[in-house]
């Protein structure tokens, strides 16, 4: 990636609402350049879409969890994905649609995938959690990780900003 390319993600990622122009003026290059080489990183992939960091609390939900679950391991390859297009249908469901933020393949404490979510309330993760343990293509056992939104300590809230320091070091130590 080249060090222009990589000066924008990282602008990018700490504020995606601040203009070509002004990305311009920082790294000191045109605004024509900041607008191709955005363009050439949004075709080649590296920028998957612009989007805010909102205040969950704020916007009432209580709760984020992180579920790890099992898939069966007892499926044949097409078996598995008939019942993998079938979750797909049901994340569009309303309670799914609302609340799953990721839902993907991985591996750690004995399980094969992470379901990363938000809610109102403990009552509406219990529901949450119920339904997704009637999914045909996970195990039943599942354990999750809750994060109390309004409780006062706060460590590190998410935002990409370290990732972006953090790149800017590694190009540093590259050259």
Known sequence: MKEIELMLLSALMKNSRVSDREIAKKLGV??????RTRQKLEK??????????????????QIIAMTFVRFRGDLDTQEAEKLR????????????????VMFERGMGFGYTGVIVSIHESYS??????????RFEVLETDVRSFLTDLNDEVHYRT????????????LKKKKT
Request: net charge positive.
């Open 30 to 35: 045109s605004q024509p350049t900041i607008s």
């Open 44 to 61: 080649e992939g590296y920028i998957g879409g612009y989007t805010i960091m909102p205040s969950l609390r704020r916007l009432g939900y």
């Open 85 to 100: 297009k079938r979750a797909q249908e049901r994340f569009r469901d309303e309670t799914f649609a609302k609340s799953i």
């Open 124 to 133: 509406a993760f219990a529901e949450f959690l119920r339904r997704i343990k």
């Open 158 to 169: 998410l935002t990409f900003a370290p990732l972006s320091n953090h790149l800017l070091e």
